[in-house]
């Protein structure tokens, strides 16, 4: 069915990323948002990352945690020297205003919320 179609999955790991994200993410009204956790506790549980796409073959994934092996913790991965918890912040605060599309919606907007403070329940257009 999407036999042809080009395919630009990037991970944002440099400012050059996070602009070309955040571009991505004004270029449409409609948006797929899922988030990745290191568990299903939306209470308990923490975000670690996150991934955006407005057009088929066009996505986005933003880590900002990480499980550091050695520590046995997860820690904040910083991109020029900016902590990734308040880039995913602001990045989600823009996400607010659009329409978007989810699966299992319900366990990403409450982990958002008790992760961020943002409550996209209002912008769920669609869940899968």
């Known amino acids: ?11 944002v790991r440099t400012v050059e990323g996070v602009n070309k994200l955040l571009e991505h993410i004004d270029s449409y009204e409609l948006i797929a948002f899922d988030t990745e956790g290191t568990g299903v506790n939306v ?29 046995g913790l997860l820690e904040e991965l910083t991109i020029a020297n900016k902590g990734c918890v308040n880039i995913a912040k602001k990045i ?5 205003h659009k329409k978007l599309v989810m ?26």
Not at 1 to 11: P, V
Not at 92 to 96: D, F, V
Not at 115 to 123: A, M, Q, T
Request: aromatic share 16%; hydrophobic share 35%.
């Open 1 to 11: 069915m999407f036999e042809g179609i080009a395919k630009n999955y990037q991970i």
């Open 43 to 71: 209470r308990k549980d923490r975000v670690i990352g996150f991934s955006v796409s407005g057009n088929v073959g066009d996505s986005f994934y933003f880590p900002f945690l990480q499980y550091n092996f050695s520590t």
């Open 92 to 96: 989600i605060e823009k996400l607010s």
């Open 103 to 128: 699966h299992n919606g319900s366990y990403d907007c409450r982990i958002v919320k008790n992760n961020f403070g943002i409550d996209l329940l209002p912008s769920l257009y669609a869940d899968t």
